[in-house]
């Protein structure tokens, strides 16, 4: 046998024990394959990554006061009234009516903020300004802005669907009191005058009108 057939042999039965390995290795394919996909089982859901706990605070109520006081329940049950209804939102509108409805009265224009006071806190501003008016006094006012502001406690009629609640403000402002010829007689534009007031403001919850109306003021 001469010697290129002897090396055509060889060759031919390292290439036959090659293939053997690579099946052995690789398994038998046929074709070309696609990469296996999991179909997931529609019964089965992944757990999820935290636990859900149904049925505990509510964050927004909370947030503001005590859980489980009177407060917290009258909020509760003016949200289960009206289910629009966020305490977050509503101290925001508070905040914003406070400088608006103060700022008003401090300049006397009354007439501004008719819609957002009742008729007992509409007469009792208006005999203020009235006063200051008769003696010829004149304010002028700068609204710096509110330090702190809590929800100070709310109640809820479940009979009229009435909901009040009162707010705790503390704020600064600088105001300056002129008589006729314009001479300051109170006050100064470079002090800083800190107040504390109680508002309190009602809505009937289950009317389409969302806006709320302030009832009381006090300290």
């Given at each position: 046998?001469?010697?290129?057939?002897?090396?055509?042999?060889?060759l031919?039965?390292?290439?036959?024990?090659?293939?053997?390995?690579?099946r052995?290795v690789?398994?038998?394919?046929e074709?070309?394959e696609k990469?296996?996909?999991t179909?997931p089982?529609?019964?089965?859901r992944s757990?999820?990554?935290?636990?859900?706990?149904?049925g505990?605070p509510?964050?927004?109520?909370?947030d503001?006061?005590?859980?489980?006081?009177?407060?917290?329940?009258?909020?509760?049950?003016?949200k289960?009234v009206?289910?629009?209804f966020?305490?977050?939102?509503?101290?925001?509108?508070?905040?914003?009516?406070?400088?608006?409805?103060?700022?008003?009265?401090?300049?006397?224009?009354?007439?501004t903020?008719?819609?957002?006071?009742?008729?007992?806190?509409?007469?009792?501003?208006?005999?203020?300004?009235?006063?200051?008016?008769?003696?010829?006094?004149t304010?002028e006012?700068n609204?710096?802005?509110?330090?702190d502001?809590t929800l100070?406690h709310?109640e809820?009629?479940?009979?009229t669907?009435?909901g009040?609640?009162?707010?705790?403000?503390k704020?600064?402002?600088?105001s300056i009191?002129?008589?006729?010829?314009?001479?300051?007689?109170?006050?100064?534009?470079?002090?800083?005058?800190r107040?504390?007031?109680?508002w309190?403001?009602?809505?009937?919850?289950?009317?389409?009108?969302?806006?709320?109306?302030l009832?009381?003021?006090?300290?």
């Amino acid at each position: 046998m001469n010697s290129p057939l002897i090396q055509l042999l060889v060759l031919a039965g390292i290439a036959v024990f090659l293939i053997l390995r690579l099946r052995g290795v690789l398994g038998t394919r046929e074709g070309y394959e696609k990469p296996a996909v999991t179909r997931p089982d529609p019964q089965r859901r992944s757990a999820p990554e935290f636990d859900v706990i149904e049925g505990g605070p509510d964050l927004d109520i909370t947030d503001h006061v005590e859980e489980d006081s009177a407060a917290a329940k009258a909020l509760a049950a003016m949200k289960r009234v009206d289910p629009s209804f966020n305490v977050g939102e509503f101290l925001g509108g508070a905040r914003g009516a406070y400088e608006m409805i103060l700022m008003a009265f401090e300049k006397g224009d009354l007439d501004t903020i008719v819609p957002f006071i009742s008729e007992d806190v509409y007469e009792a501003f208006a005999s203020v300004v009235d006063e200051r008016q008769r003696q010829g006094l004149t304010v002028e006012a700068n609204f710096i802005g509110i330090s702190d502001m809590t929800l100070a406690h709310a109640e809820f009629d479940e009979t009229t669907k009435e909901g009040e609640i009162s707010v705790r403000f503390k704020s600064e402002m600088t105001s300056i009191v002129r008589d006729n010829a314009g001479d300051i007689v109170e006050g100064s534009d470079k002090e800083i005058k800190r107040q504390k007031d109680t508002w309190t403001f009602s809505r009937k919850m289950d009317a389409g009108d969302p806006n709320w109306k302030l009832v009381a003021t006090g300290e």
